[in-house]
């Protein structure tokens, strides 16, 4: 059974750092792209980051570019979103996904965790 179970979030002063975890089971995490979404109340789902399957080579959004560092441990089956200098506009559901390498489609993901950045 394949499952994406994020972790770290919560309620954060502006300014303030997070680091998030996805944690992967069910299949095999080192052949796939994972990235990070996050959704905003209102809002369309919208492209965080993304890390390739090898973890040699990452994309931000510009939104994110410079604050946000995308990582994963291939050994532990987890991805991380290490978070910092967060603002108002990052408060949203996080979702971490999974593509399998080469292809397009993302084929799984997880529930999501709520960041709150506020004061």
């Known amino acids: 059974q394949v499952q994406l179970v994020e972790s770290g979030g919560g309620l954060v002063q502006p300014g303030g750092s997070l680091r998030l975890s996805c944690a992967a089971s069910?299949?095999?995490?080192?052949?796939?792209?994972m990235s990070w979404f996050r959704q905003a109340p209102g809002m369309e789902r919208e492209f965080v980051a993304r890390i390739k399957w090898s973890g040699d080579s990452t994309d931000y959004a510009d939104s994110v570019k410079g604050r946000f560092i995308i990582s994963r441990d291939n050994t532990k089956n987890t991805m991380y979103l290490q978070m910092k200098s967060l603002k108002p506009d990052d408060t949203a559901v996080y979702y971490c996904?999974?593509?399998?390498?080469?292809?397009?489609?993302?084929?799984?993901w997880g529930q999501g965790t709520q960041v709150t950045v506020s004061s």
């Open positions: 996904a999974a593509k399998y390498r080469f292809t397009a489609t993302y084929g799984y």
């Open positions: 069910g299949f095999i995490f080192s052949l796939y792209d």
